[in-house]
């Protein structure tokens, strides 16, 4: 639908390009940060090393991330040591074990999802009827838009599978439509578990829909 379309169809994946551009220079740029570098120490199998008193040569942290844990072993690191679901932990693992362990290669799982976000917010304002183009434009233009996208961590997985579950939730006709979106929804809290928050509010919007089919008429998809 999005590939044969109308001319605002192919605009609106073109617009994904520069946008991409902007995401990955941003991403090569930033400087470093303490949380990115928990990212890497872990998916290596080291969370929290015990330095050297004494002085050491940076190439060590370098050789350090350079190694490669399991899923269950991140798992078990994570209980013990942090907070955090272990979802995007475990993508990132994979991504940097194809691409390679320097902050960037896992920047660049960051920047991939945040292409997404960008897509399926297109998605969402087509289906609201607004410009998809301006939408994914201003979307990109905010700034915690944009550092979530970048950054080596998991809030760019999360973004990307709530958005997903809203456009679900938009799209829904039949009940498999629903779950699936309770799926997504699902799988953001395991990435990160503030995102419990935006579900909930999703969930409790189809709730009162089901309860009070007048507080809200579906956008007619035929005409988006």
Request: aromatic share 12%.
């Amino acid at each position: 639908m999005l590939v044969n379309g109308s001319p605002t169809d192919r605009r609106y994946l073109w617009t994904l390009l520069p946008c991409a551009i902007v995401l990955c220079l941003a991403a090569w740029l930033r400087g470093a940060e303490y949380d990115e570098q928990y990212t890497l120490f872990l998916t290596s199998g080291m969370p929290r090393p015990d330095w050297p008193v004494t002085v050491f040569p940076a190439g060590l942290a370098r050789e350090i991330q350079a190694a490669h844990s399991g899923l269950a072993a991140i798992a078990h690191d994570l209980r013990v040591t942090d907070v955090h679901p272990p979802l995007y932990f475990w993508l990132v693992s994979l991504w940097r074990e194809v691409l390679g362990h320097d902050l960037f290669a896992a920047r660049l799982l960051s920047v991939v999802l945040g292409v997404g976000s960008l897509a399926l917010t297109g998605v969402i304002a087509r289906l609201a009827r607004l410009p998809p183009v301006w939408a994914m434009l201003l979307t990109l233009g905010c700034y915690g838009f944009t550092y979530t996208s970048v950054v080596a961590r998991g809030f760019a997985l999360a973004q990307l599978l709530l958005l997903a579950g809203v456009a679900g939730l938009l799209l829904g006709r039949r009940s498999w439509h629903f779950a699936l979106a309770g799926a997504l929804f699902g799988a953001a809290t395991l990435t990160n578990y503030l995102a419990m928050f935006t579900a909930g509010a999703c969930l409790l919007a189809v709730t009162l829909q089901a309860a009070w089919p007048s507080l809200y008429r579906p956008p007619d998809h035929r005409r988006a």
